[in-house]
């Protein structure tokens, strides 16, 4: 309401009269500014209105955007799902034919190898009866052609025996049970020993190793590990061979067997394992090549890992991996 203003007689009119004539105009006068805010109000509404409505669009915008990604991230991971199946598949089609030629190669080697055994008894029978019923019949060269037959027949013996084994420690059963690392290596280490009594080696044995593993081809590993430390130690005076276990940062036992003999290139690292390869010429240290191939073979069996450090005229170090076994 607009202000009362005072009472004053207007001019040609009665008193009354012209305090309702005033009373009208601030009325109406009143009347105008309502109306005036009202219109102002009106402004501020459709200007927020409109502000909404751009705040809505825009939002709405928003959304589709983000359902659009959303579109577009299911179909790529449906896709990607897609291929992982695939892939799958694929793997296990070709892990599946990669065992079936594995065992297909083991057969076959197992039986190569078998068969060879009878010519190759056959052949070192008749030099060795060459050598001793014609011996006075043949001459110097004669006799050295019938021994070089006989070496051959008898390395050609042993790479058939290791073939045998190599084939054989993929194909056996296991068995695992608890087992003295340690007593196992002390037992190899004598028996060399009594082998070759002359020779002054220095064994280094870790006390209580033990692991689970199975015995037969465990002795196995530990066989061929440490008959090659003795083999390559052999042209050391102060020979050195020694068995413990280090520290692996995971519930597995790693156990060692270091020398201090030829040792070998780290370059060549990786040809360590596979078969048939050697790193040192027969003339120098005797061999097959075959035994590391067989240790790798077993490790992995049981689940664990092997490698090996050196240096050339330094000595190796070759290492495992095995579950430990219970404690008692």
Same mark, same amino acid.
């Given at each position: @309401?607009? !202000?009362?203003?005072?009472?004053?007689?207007?001019?040609?009119?009665?008193?009354?009269?012209?305090? $309702?004539?005033?009373?009208?105009?601030?009325?109406?006068?009143?009347?105008?500014?309502?109306?005036?805010?009202? *219109?102002?109000?009106?402004?501020? &509404? @459709?200007?927020?209105?409109?502000?909404?409505?751009?705040?809505?669009?825009?939002?709405? %915008?928003?959304?589709?955007?983000?359902?659009?990604?959303?579109?577009?991230?299911?179909?790529?991971?449906?896709?990607?799902?897609?291929?992982?199946?695939?892939?799958? !598949?694929?793997?296990?089609?070709?892990?599946?034919?990669?065992?079936?030629?594995? *065992?297909?190669?083991?057969? =076959?080697?197992?039986?190569?190898? $078998?068969?060879?055994?009878?010519?190759?008894?056959?052949?070192?029978?008749?030099?060795?009866?060459? /050598?001793?019923?014609?011996?006075?019949?043949?001459?110097?060269?004669?006799?050295?052609?019938?021994?070089?037959?006989?070496?051959?027949?008898?390395?050609?013996? *042993?790479?058939?025996?290791?073939?045998?084994?190599? %084939?054989? !420690?993929?194909?056996?059963?296991?068995?695992?049970?608890?087992?003295?690392?340690?007593?196992?290596?002390?037992?190899?280490?004598?028996?060399?020993? %009594?082998?070759?009594?002359?020779r002054a080696v220095r064994f280094?044995?870790?006390?209580?190793?033990? !692991?689970?593993?199975?015995?037969?081809?465990i002795r196995t590993v530990v066989?061929?590990?440490?008959?090659?430390?003795?083999?390559?130690?052999?042209?050391?005076?102060?020979?050195?061979?020694?068995?413990?276990? /280090?520290?692996?940062?995971?519930?597995r036992i790693c156990c060692y067997?270091?020398?201090?003999?030829?040792? =070998?290139?780290?370059?060549?690292?990786? *040809?360590? =394992?596979?078969?048939?390869?050697?790193?040192?010429?027969?003339?120098?240290?005797?061999?097959?090549?075959?035994?590391?191939?067989?240790?790798?073979?077993?490790?992995?069996? $049981?689940?664990?890992? &092997?490698?090996?450090?050196?240096?050339?005229?330094?000595?190796?170090?070759?290492? =495992?991996?095995?579950?430990?076994?219970?404690?008692?």
């Amino acid at each position: @309401m607009g !202000v009362v203003r005072p009472a004053a007689t207007a001019p040609g009119f009665p008193p009354d009269r012209a305090d $309702h004539a005033r009373a009208t105009l601030n009325l109406l006068e009143d009347f105008v500014e309502e109306k005036q805010q009202l *219109k102002d109000t009106q402004l501020a &509404v @459709m200007n927020i209105l409109e502000d909404a409505t751009a705040d809505r669009l825009k939002a709405e %915008a928003a959304v589709k955007a983000t359902l659009s990604i959303l579109e577009e991230l299911s179909a790529a991971q449906a896709e990607i799902g897609a291929l992982n199946a695939e892939l799958e !598949v694929r793997v296990d089609q070709r892990t599946a034919e990669l065992i079936v030629a594995n *065992k297909n190669l083991e057969a =076959f080697a197992y039986s190569v190898a $078998h068969d060879l055994r009878s010519p190759l008894r056959a052949l070192s029978g008749y030099s060795e009866a060459l /050598t001793e019923d014609y011996a006075d019949r043949l001459d110097d060269t004669g006799r050295w052609y019938a021994d070089r037959i006989q070496a051959a027949t008898e390395r050609m013996g *042993k790479l058939i025996d290791d073939l045998l084994l190599l %084939a054989q !420690v993929s194909r056996t059963d296991m068995n695992t049970e608890p087992v003295d690392l340690s007593a196992e290596v002390t037992a190899i280490s004598a028996e060399l020993r %009594a082998r070759e009594p002359g020779r002054a080696v220095r064994f280094a044995i870790g006390d209580g190793v033990r !692991v689970t593993a199975d015995r037969s081809l465990i002795r196995t590993v530990v066989q061929n590990l440490v008959e090659n430390a003795w083999k390559f130690t052999a042209k050391r005076q102060d020979a050195t061979i020694e068995f413990g276990t /280090t520290a692996t940062g995971d519930t597995r036992i790693c156990c060692y067997v270091r020398d201090n003999g030829a040792g =070998f290139d780290p370059a060549f690292t990786g *040809k360590l =394992f596979q078969p048939f390869q050697r790193l040192h010429a027969v003339t120098e240290f005797p061999g097959t090549g075959i035994g590391l191939a067989s240790v790798q073979r077993i490790i992995e069996r $049981h689940g664990g890992r &092997v490698w090996a450090e050196g240096a050339v005229g330094q000595g190796a170090t070759f290492y =495992f991996t095995l579950n430990p076994a219970p404690a008692p």
